[in-house]
C-alpha cells in the first residue's frame, strides 16, 4: 500500500447504519493501515473503571474524564496508551529525552501530534512532553481488505483527525462534533436522530 493510501492517523465514523452494535455511533482512531490489515481504537466509549484502578502510575496523566475507554472489541484485557505531545516538530522540550525518531522516550508518532505510548516508560520520562492521554483496554482490529470492504459498503466516512479528538473531554458528543466540522454532506448527518424511529 502507498503512503498516499493509508489512512493511518484519521477517524472511522459510523454511519448511522451500521449495524454492529460494537461500532454504533463509533469515532475510531486508525493507528495502522497498510496491507496486512488496519488497528484502531474507539475515541468515544469511556468504561466506569478509572485509570487509578488498573494503571495507577498513568492516572495523573490522563485527562478528563480519568477513565478507561473501551478502544474495541479485540483482547479487552490489554491497553494502549494514545497520547498528543504538542509543538509543531513534536519534540520533547528536553533533548536528553527523546529518541532518534524524535519524540520523546516511549512515545511513537502515529500522525502529526499523535503517537502510542509504551506503558512500560516510566511515566516521569514521557510527562514533561504529554499534552493529553487517554489509555484504552482493546482495540479495533481488521484483516487484509476487510476494512475496504467496509468502506465500500458504506458504513464509515473517512475524515481528518485533529489533536484534540484523543482528549475530548465530552467523548459521549464526538460523534456529532466531528460530522458537524466537515465541510461537506456530512455535517448534515450530525443531526441524525439516536433512534430514526421517533421521527
Do not use: K
Amino acid at each position: 500500500m502507498t503512503e498516499v493510501s493509508s489512512l493511518t492517523g484519521r477517524l472511522l465514523v459510523a454511519a448511522p447504519a451500521l449495524a454492529d452494535p460494537n461500532f454504533d455511533r463509533a469515532v475510531v482512531l486508525l493507528l495502522d493501515h497498510d496491507e496486512e490489515g488496519s488497528l484502531g481504537v474507539i475515541l468515544n466509549r469511556p468504561t466506569p473503571v478509572g485509570v487509578g484502578e488498573v494503571l495507577m502510575p498513568w492516572a495523573g496523566l490522563t485527562g478528563e474524564p480519568g477513565v478507561v475507554f473501551q478502544g474495541g472489541p479485540v483482547s479487552l484485557d490489554s491497553a494502549l496508551g494514545v497520547a498528543v505531545v504538542p509543538g509543531d516538530d513534536g519534540l520533547c522540550a528536553d533533548p536528553a529525552r527523546r529518541t532518534g525518531g524524535g519524540g520523546p522516550v516511549g512515545w511513537r508518532r502515529v500522525h502529526g501530534a499523535i503517537g502510542l505510548v509504551d506503558l512500560e516508560t516510566p511515566p516521569e520520562l514521557l510527562a514533561p512532553a504529554l499534552g493529553s492521554l487517554r489509555i484504552f483496554a482493546g482495540y479495533a482490529g481488521w484483516g487484509p481488505g476487510q476494512l475496504e470492504g467496509e468502506l465500500g459498503d458504506g458504513a464509515w466516512y473517512v475524515v481528518e483527525s485533529e489533536p484534540g479528538d484523543v482528549s475530548s473531554p465530552h467523548p459521549e458528543r464526538l460523534w456529532r462534533a466531528v460530522l458537524r466540522r466537515q465541510r461537506s454532506e456530512l455535517a448534515m448527518i450530525a443531526t441524525y436522530p439516536d433512534d430514526p424511529s421517533l421521527n
